[in-house]
C-alpha cells in the first residue's frame, strides 16, 4: 500500500535546473528521513542527498552547492532542487523514503525519474 514516486526529471542543457519531488503516499506511513540516489548506465547507485526530521541535509561531494534536498512539514514530500546541471549528472534518480507504520520501521524505493543534461 505504500507507494513512493518520484516526478521532475527531464531534458536539460548544462548549466540549467530541474526540481525533483517525491511524494509517498500511505495513509499510515510517518516518513522520518528521505533521500536522493542516482544510477547511471553501466555505474553503482550512489547517495546523492538525505534529510531527516531533526537533522541538517546532507551532500555528496560532488553535488555540494549545486543541489538543494528539502522535506515538507506536515505531508510526506520531499524536493531536490538540482542547478548548474552538468553532463555527469545524468541518471535515473530514486526517492528512497524511511519511516514508520505504526511501531515498525520501514523503508520503501521509488521507481526513479530520468534526468538527462545535454545540449
Known amino acids: 500500500q505504500v507507494q513512493v514516486v518520484e516526478s521532475g526529471g527531464d531534458l536539460v542543457q548544462p548549466g540549467g535546473s530541474l526540481r525533483l519531488s517525491c511524494v509517498v503516499s500511505?495513509?499510515?506511513?510517518?516518513?522520518?528521513?528521505m533521500n536522493w540516489h542516482r544510477q547511471a548506465p553501466g555505474k553503482q547507485r550512489e547517495l546523492v542527498a538525505g534529510?531527516?526530521?531533526?537533522?541538517?541535509?546532507e551532500y555528496a561531494d560532488f553535488v555540494k552547492g549545486r543541489f538543494a534536498i528539502s522535506r515538507d512539514s506536515g505531508e510526506n514530500t520531499g524536493h531536490l532542487q538540482m542547478n548548474d546541471l552538468k553532463p555527469e549528472d545524468t541518471a535515473v534518480y530514486y526517492c528512497?523514503?524511511?519511516?514508520?507504520?505504526?511501531?515498525?520501521?520501514?523503508?520503501?524505493w521509488g521507481q526513479g525519474t530520468q534526468v538527462t543534461v545535454s545540449s
Open positions: 500511505a495513509s499510515r506511513f510517518r516518513v522520518y528521513a
Open positions: 528512497h523514503a524511511e519511516g514508520t507504520i505504526g511501531d515498525a520501521m520501514v523503508d520503501y
Open positions: 534529510i531527516t526530521t531533526h537533522g541538517y541535509p
